[in-house]
């Protein structure tokens, strides 16, 4: 579809903005590696309000299509100037959580007892994102549950909530480390911290993953007993 419309952006100065709006986000998903079977670019979506400036989305389950939209938004560049005398433009998405709440209720996928949190929690110490982004998706393919942190506050603030949520290990991203393809591994239990490879700190991680559901695994078991 991009390369269709590239012959028509000259065109229109709009649409040659909303290609190239189209091209950057989907080369953030890539980065995200979300698999392309997953993603489908229909020019045809028109959301209910019209505020949106760019972008807008919708997604849906496969198995599950008569729910309709489980989670839908879009960029908004000058919606807050409507509360504020500040431009800020953001993106915004709204879940819709009772729906999802219905289907896991229906596969008896809600257990209110298991207690869930990340294995891992990213702090970025650089403004790019890309590489902090490639890190956690391959975390994840290895079945890491693995928790990005993004938002703009001091390094003490950001390890207050590794704490705060309990996460066993955090992996800290600077220039320093990007440039040297290493990480900093923080053990959040003993505080020990040690410069290792993105392999070291897998293997690290799955470790700890491994034990930490052997205990939960002999917790259960006494309380049956």
Known sequence: ILE???????KNETLSTGVEEL?????SIKDFLVPEDKVLIDLSIARGLDYYTGTVYETFLDKHPEIGSICSGGRYDNLAEFYSKKSLPGVGVSIGVTRLFYVLDEQGLL??????????????????????IGIASKLRGRGIKTELYTEKRKLKAKLSYADKIRVPFVIL??????SSNKLT???MKS??????????ATE?????????ADIRLIAEKKEEE
């Open 4 to 10: 269709k419309l590239e012959q028509y952006k000259d």
């Open 185 to 187: 591994l923080k053990d």
């Open 23 to 27: 091209k950057e986000v989907t080369e």
């Open 111 to 132: 257990n209110k007892d298991c207690f869930s949190s990340a294995d891992v929690l990213i702090i970025p110490l650089v403004e790019d994102l890309k590489g902090p």
């Open 191 to 200: 505080g020990e911290q040690r410069g290792v490879s993105l392999e070291e």
């Open 173 to 178: 991203l600077g220039e320093d480390e990007i």
């Open 204 to 212: 690290l991680i799955l470790k700890r993953k491994a034990q930490t």
